[in-house]
């Protein structure tokens, strides 16, 4: 039966298949029914583009841990339509194990490759790892058993915690891509390895997600916050370096992943998120300031150095809140938003000094200590500056 389902699945899947809608739909929904007649504990999502040199060495790891944890499952391969064998190596295995592949034609993207394979998904734990053989597969039945604690919400096959690692092959590039992007991520999660994306939930957890909209890679990060994931458990493992084709990791899914961060903390913050994304933005700023002042000083005058430090932050603040804080407002003339941020800024800066002056002048305490009205000041200017960005220069 499961050779011939896996026929079945092969015979829709294909691009030179010309079938009407409503007879896929019903030999899909009877192939399903077949299917539900056994039991399933553990369904193994992989997404995959390109991986067919890897996938006959990885179903079988599955399937060996399958059977040393003493766990039933399946194994679905989500593909994005790849132009080499992945069909055909599919329709090899299924002979053999217990493999189910889906072929996406619309879509693209490993994100929702994960979650149209959690849709399609009839196991009570739902675990995704990758096809390029980096996440160990003999660690599935310790991330499974780890939800066995009804406290657990969520596991991760982490390489941050005590006992887990990388290969040696990574390099220091690729170590540090991964803290920076981890510490971005910080405020969302407390877990060590959020960016892992070798992790297994119950089926409930992933069917309470409110909103699933992910872009880019980190389907994890997104299902910890869509499914308010508290309690997370890390099992250390070892990630090594992929042993067939390319790594899909681009400037292009740097990018997305920023983008992908800027909706989680919308979802998280709600009304305060754009407030706090100005804020983190115009502290990177101030890094930013700093670091082409101390540079300049060495080759002209202080004066000049601060002015061209002033206008490379803002420049900065301007590029970063427009392409992340206030995204939808990018169809409008890039150079008109950039003079009106300018002046906001200009502005913002004449009211830090003044609300400075007035408490310094007048109060006491203030008096006494400088700093103290010096951070009001800051304050008082950065909210002005958030307002004019928000409905002036970003409206």
Known sequence: QGSSNCDARRFLSSPSTTIS????????????DQDSDNDCRVSVIVPTYCEAKNLPILVPRICEAFEEGGLTGEIIIVDDDSPDQTLAVCDELAARYPVR???????????????????????????VMD???????????????????KNTDFVIGSRYVPGGGTDENWGFFRWLNSKVATG?????TSARDPMAGFFALR????????????VGYKIGLELIVKCRCRNIHEVPIYFSDRLHGESKLSLKEQLNY???LKRL???????????????????SGVV????????????????????????????????????LTFSKSRRRHVLHQYVLFVMSCSVGALIDMGVFSLLYANIAIFTAIPQLAAMIGILCGAVFNFLMSKYVAFK
Request: aromatic share 8%; with cysteine; net charge positive.
């Open 21 to 32: 809608l409503a007879v896929r739909a019903k030999v899909n929904a009877e192939l399903t």
């Open 101 to 127: 592949l889906e072929i996406r034609q619309g879509e693209r993207g490993l994100s929702s490759a994960v979650i149209h394979g959690m849709r399609m998904a009839r196991g009570q734990v739902l675990l």
């Open 131 to 149: 096809a390029d053989l980096s996440h160990p597969a003999h660690k599935i039945p310790e991330l499974v058993g780890a939800l066995s604690d």
């Open 184 to 188: 971005l991520a910080r405020p969302l």
């Open 203 to 214: 089926r409930e957890s992933f069917q309470s997600a409110n909103a699933l909209d992910p």
């Open 258 to 260: 920023l983008r992908h």
């Open 265 to 283: 903390y919308e979802f998280k913050l709600g009304v305060w998120a754009q407030p706090v994304m100005f804020g983190l933005i115009g502290l």
């Open 288 to 323: 930013v300031d700093l670091t082409v002042l101390s540079l300049l000083l060495y080759a002209v005058s202080a004066y000049l150095a601060r002015a061209v430090a002033i206008g490379c932050a803002m420049t900065w603040n301007f590029y970063w809140n427009r392409q």
